[in-house]
């Protein structure tokens, strides 16, 4: 619907970007550990916030169907 914003097939792309940035962040986290003093804040807190939001955006934007549909 919307003319100029990202299609099916990117917000499918991104979705499993994110998922799988989640899955890696987590292996991680089981391999090495949690990490002590700022780089936890780093690891776990940005990267967990990027792909958890993108992850989160971009299923409201396919459920919604809020993408264009341009080839």
């Not at 100029?4 to 391999?31: D, H």
Request: hydrophobic content about 50%.
């Amino acid at each position: 619907m919307n003319r100029f914003g990202p299609t099916r097939k990117e917000l499918t792309f991104r979705l499993c970007v994110s998922i799988a940035g989640l899955l890696l962040l987590g292996a991680a986290l089981v391999y090495r550990g949690m990490p002590q003093g700022p780089a936890m804040f780093e690891i776990v807190g940005i990267a967990g916030v990027f792909f958890g939001g993108t992850l989160l955006w971009t299923l409201k934007k396919l459920i919604k169907k809020e993408y264009s549909d341009a080839p």
